[in-house]
């Protein structure tokens, strides 16, 4: 929703509001962590701290054009550590039944930064005339379908409680 209604916003500080605007919603989820039920949950869930990566990553972006190597020591680290979050068992996250505040902000940070250095090292290694894998038209189709499908989703998930709750079933 934050994003949809930047979009429609003339600002040219995009990135500077949805830093402010998703760094206080996580921090007042951290703050009010205890007083906080329903949607406030959602929208004030430390995975927002992901979000402000991927604005840093696209700030980044725009405006450095690091070499290859750089591409790559950001990339290989973060597909290290990765690998080394799935081996130690720390992919299971989410079979804990209520992790507690301070383990949910360490899991995005931890997660949220191996995939921040992973994405960064791969749009950096396209931006650079990346190999011939970076341009396969199949994974351009599903990177960009993926995209797609993320936009849209909660979009298709509420038209289809509506028409369920209106309907009764499919």
């Known amino acids: 929703l934050v994003f949809m209604l ?4 003339r600002t040219r500080k995009k990135a500077a509001v949805l830093v402010i605007l998703l760094g206080g919603l996580t921090l007042s989820g951290w703050l009010l962590r205890d007083n906080l039920s329903g ?3 959602f929208y004030t869930d430390p995975l ?3 979000f402000l990566l991927g604005v840093a990553i696209a ?8 070499r290859r190597p750089v591409a790559l020591c950001l990339l290989l680290p973060g597909m290290v550590l990765g690998l080394l979050f799935v081996i130690s068992g720390y ?7 209520a992790p507690s505040a301070p383990l949910k ?12 250095l992973i994405v960064s090292g791969c749009v ?3 931006k650079n005339k990346a190999p011939a894998f970076f341009h396969h038209r199949i994974l351009l189709f599903l990177g960009n379908a993926s995209y797609s499908i993320y936009l849209f989703h909660l979009i298709v998930f509420g038209w289809i409680a509506a028409l ?3 309907v009764g079933f499919f």
């Open 6 to 9: 930047l979009i429609l916003t």
């Open 39 to 41: 949607l406030w949950v």
């Open 48 to 50: 927002l701290l992901e």
């Open 59 to 66: 700030v980044a972006f725009e405006r450095w054009n690091p």
């Open 91 to 97: 992919g299971d996250f989410q079979a804990t039944p």
């Open 105 to 116: 902000y360490f899991h995005a940070l931890c997660w949220g930064g191996a995939a921040a």
């Open 124 to 126: 950096f290694l396209e």
């Open 164 to 166: 369920y709750l209106r």
